[in-house]
């Protein structure tokens, strides 16, 4: 099974700031990858797909880079609305694999 | 725009089975092109993926519960199940339906099995 590292577990950002959250696959996975964000209580929101390919209706302050075993998620400008928990998921072989998830948290 | 709506028990007893349907709307399982999932969270942590079936009957499930895993569709009535057998205390959770399309697209609101006697 595939592994997926996520890192940071957790972060304290404001308002404003740029952000940066890593997911590391155990083996090659291409590009399939996906980005979530998800808020207390509700279910997942996919921001990203195909590691960079931006989810409609997601604000374009988010962007997802990386091929292969390395992929990080950026958000340009923080706003508010961000400070949610964060999941990868690798989809290129099965099972399936999410990361274990980033906290973002307001300083 | 495609909904997906969990229902089933909130409560079950341990060493029972726990079934839950999916129920999809503004769409149809019949189409093809996607696979369908059930994925579960445990209270305050991550992600667990539990299987997909596709329209035709196939299915795959993550092999560290397929022994007690089964997923059907019922294309008549546009639904997808979920049945989790001998469960305990370690399966509580919120469970998700979900569909695939280049990762999981649309999520259902989630429901909440609790397993206790």
């Known amino acids: 099974d595939i592994q997926m590292t996520q890192s940071p577990s957790s972060l304290s950002a404001s308002v404003g700031d740029r952000v940066t959250i890593t997911c590391r696959a155990s083996?090659?996975?291409?590009?399939?990858l996906g980005w979530y964000q998800q808020k207390p209580g509700k279910a997942p929101k996919r921001l990203i797909y195909?590691?960079?390919s931006l989810q409609s209706g997601v604000p374009s302050r988010f962007s997802g880079s990386g091929s292969g075993t390395e992929f990080t998620l950026t958000i340009s400008s923080l706003q508010p609305e961000d400070f949610a928990t964060y999941y990868c998921?690798?989809?290129?072989?099965?099972?399936?694999?999410f990361g274990q998830g980033t906290k973002l948290e307001i300083k | 725009q495609v909904q997906l709506q969990e229902s089933g028990p909130g409560l079950v007893k341990p060493s029972q089975t726990l079934s839950l349907t999916c129920t999809v709307s503004?769409?149809?399982?019949?189409?093809?092109?996607?696979?369908w999932s059930w994925i579960r969270q445990h209270p305050g942590k991550g992600l667990e993926w539990i299987g997909y079936?596709?329209?035709?009957?196939?299915?795959y499930y993550n092999p560290s519960l397929k022994s007690r895993v089964t997923i059907s569709v019922d294309t008549s009535k546009n639904q997808f199940s979920l049945k989790l057998s001998s469960v305990t205390a370690a399966d509580t959770a919120v469970y998700y339906c979900?569909?695939?399309?280049?990762?999981?697209?649309?999520w259902g609101q989630g429901t909440t099995v609790t397993v206790s006697s």
């Open positions: 503004g769409g149809s399982i019949s189409s093809g092109g996607y696979y």
């Open positions: 195909a590691a960079s």
């Open positions: 083996q090659g996975i291409r590009n399939d």
């Open positions: 998921l690798q989809h290129n072989s099965y099972p399936p694999a």
């Open positions: 979900a569909r695939d399309n280049l990762s999981v697209d649309v």
């Open positions: 079936i596709y329209y035709s009957g196939s299915t």
